[in-house]
C-alpha cells in the first residue's frame, strides 16, 4: 500500500503525538474529575494517531512518497534553517495546540486560547507543506542530480572522495590509515564488500564495509579517498557491482542494504 506522506513527515510528526498521549494519560490519575473528558479526548485523537503513524513506519508493505526535493534551478523557496528545525518547530507548534484547546474548552478563554489554536494549527500546516512541497528547500537541502552535475563539471583531482585521502595502493594490496593503526590488505584477502544508508535525519550516509577472513574495515563517503578506493577495488577484483552507488543511493532515506562483491560469486 501506498500512503501520500514521506517517511520523514512521519518521523517528525509521531514523537508529539507519543509525548501528548503520554502527558494524557498520565494526567489522568493526576488531575481533577471535571478535567478527565479533556485529557481523555487527548489520548483518543493522539493515541489513534500514534498507533496509525507506528503501522506506518513499522509494516514493510507500506510505500512512503518520494519528498525528493527539485533541483537548484527549479527550487521556488529556500527557507533560512535546516530541516531538522520543523521537527522542533511541530513539537513546540503540538504543545501549542494542546494548550490553546485546553484553554478554549476547559477554561472558556477564547482570548488567548482562539489565537493559540490557530496559530500553531497554521505553523503545524505550514511546517508540513515546507517538508512536503519538492519545490521548498531548507538550508541543508540538496538534490543528487545537483551533486552529480557539480562531480561531471570537477575534476577528480579536486574532489576529497577521488584523492588517495587515508588509503594508498600498489599492484596486489592496498594500505588504509585508520585512526593509529595502518593495515596492508591484498586485494586476494577481502571476502565481502556491502554497503548501505544510514539515516543522518536530514540526510543519508553511505556506510562500505570490507570484510576479511576474521574481521572487516568500515569506510563512509565522509571518508577521504572513499571513491577512489571503490574505482580501484572495481578494477582489481572480479564480479564488481559497478552501478553499486545509484543502487545504493536511491532511493533516498531506505537502507538499501547491496553486496557489491563476494568472492568466489558466479
Known sequence: MKIPISKQLIEILILP??????IGIS???????????????????FGILTL?????LLDKKIEFKDNEKVCKTDRLLRLPFSSFSTFIISIISFFCLVAGLAKVF?????????????????????????SEHPKV??????????????????TQENISA???GIFSYTDNSFTIQLDS????????DIKLIIAYKIDQYTIDCIVIEVHLANTFITINE???????????????????????????????????LTIIYEQYRE
Open 17 to 22: 503525538c507519543i509525548s501528548i498521549t503520554g
Open 181 to 188: 593503526d595502518t593495515k596492508c590488505i591484498n586485494w586476494d
Open 27 to 45: 494526567e489522568i490519575y493526576s488531575t481533577r474529575q471535571e478535567k478527565i473528558k479533556l485529557y481523555l479526548v487527548f489520548i483518543i485523537v
Open 52 to 56: 496509525l503513524l507506528s503501522w506506518f
Open 106 to 130: 476547559e477554561e472558556k478563554n477564547f482570548s488567548i486560547g482562539l489565537p493559540m489554536l490557530l496559530i500553531s494549527l497554521l505553523i503545524i500546516i505550514l511546517t508540513i507543506i515546507a
Open 222 to 256: 565522509q571518508t577521504i579517498g572513499y571513491m577512489k578506493f571503490m574505482d580501484t577495488a572495481s578494477n582489481k577484483l572480479n564480479n564488481f557491482k559497478k552501478d553499486w552507488f545509484t543502487t545504493v543511493a536511491f532511493p533516498a532515506f531506505e537502507t538499501n
Open 137 to 154: 528547500w531548507f538550508s541543508d537541502t540538496f538534490n543528487m542530480d545537483d551533486m552529480m552535475q557539480k562531480i561531471k563539471n570537477t
Open 162 to 164: 577521488y584523492q588517495d
